[in-house]
Nanobody, 124 residues
Framework: QVQLLESGGGSVQAGGFLRLSCAAS????????MGWFRQAPVKEREGVAFIYRIGGITKYVDYVKGRFTISRDNAKNTVYLQMNSLKPEDTAMYYC?????????????????WGQGTQVSVSS
């Protein structure tokens, strides 16, 4: 079992930035990567970014490319999401995830482990 603990959410104005962190514990060495999903009210949960443990290959959903950066520290079993130029439409609950089981990386059904979530609110 893998446990994921997020931190770093909060409220900012449009154009601002936040940095999310997620620490993994348990059998995290057995996962192939970690990432972030988000869910806004009345919307489906969607993938934002993912980074593979081996090689550090990154994946991003199109509408955060150039604004968000995912990184990881394998020694600390921690993944980060640097979010710049935030927009009101980025407002959502952000979930740390681990282990992509195949198929499309940004589909919730293909993710094995989930954190509890951290709220990000961006005001205009």
């Amino acid at each position: 079992q893998v446990q994921l603990l997020e931190s770093g959410g909060g409220s900012v104005q449009a154009g601002g930035f936040l940095r999310l962190s997620c620490a993994a514990s348990g059998y995290s060495y057995s996962t192939n990567g970690m990432g972030w999903f988000r869910q806004a009210p009345v919307k489906e949960r969607e993938g934002v970014a993912f980074i593979y443990r081996i090689g550090g290959i990154t994946k991003y959903v199109d509408y955060v490319k150039g604004r968000f950066t995912i990184s990881r520290d394998n020694a600390k079993n921690t993944v980060y999401l640097q979010m710049n130029s935030l927009k009101p439409e980025d407002t959502a609950m952000y979930y740390c995830v681990a282990h992509f089981m195949g198929g499309d990386w940004n589909r919730a059904v293909n993710i094995m482990y989930w954190g509890q979530g951290t709220q990000v609110s961006v005001s205009s």
